[in-house]
Nanobody, 124 residues
Framework: QVQLAESGGGLVQTGGSLRLSCAASGRTFSSYTMGWFRQAPGKERTIVAVASWSGSSTYYADSVKGRFTISRDGAKNAVYLQMNSLKPDDTAVYYC?????????????????WGQGTQVTVSS
């Protein structure tokens, strides 16, 4: 059974940092494109960052550029999201997802596997 499990969320003050982790099991995701998405209360889920299977190609939403960094560890079958300079607008449930498609994939409907999400709350 394929599973993606996020961890590392929590409550942090404005300007603080968090590192989210997504551990994959049931399959090797080294050839999958991995993405992070988030859903704020009352809003639709949106893309945050994407990394190609090699990690050499990445995408960041404009709202997180320069503050968030996506990375992956093939040996650990994991993907990470380092979040710095957090703002209250970053408050959301964060999801990791995987797609078989090569290259940076932005459309949520193209992702095959999703985690359950981890809550990030940034206090002002």
């Amino acid at each position: 059974q394929v599973q993606l499990a996020e961890s590392g969320g929590g409550l942090v003050q404005t300007g603080g940092s968090l590192r989210l982790s997504c551990a994959a099991s049931g399959r090797t995701f080294s050839s999958y494109t991995m993405g992070w998405f988030r859903q704020a209360p009352g809003k639709e889920r949106t893309i945050v960052a994407v990394a190609s299977w090699s990690g050499s190609s990445t995408y960041y939403a404009d709202s997180v550029k320069g503050r968030f960094t996506i990375s992956r560890d093939g040996a650990k079958n994991a993907v990470y999201l380092q979040m710095n300079s957090l703002k209250p607008d970053d408050t959301a449930v964060y999801y990791c997802a995987a797609t078989r498609l090569a290259g940076v994939t932005l459309a949520q409907r193209l992702y095959d596997y999703w985690g359950q999400g981890t809550q990030v709350t940034v206090s002002s």
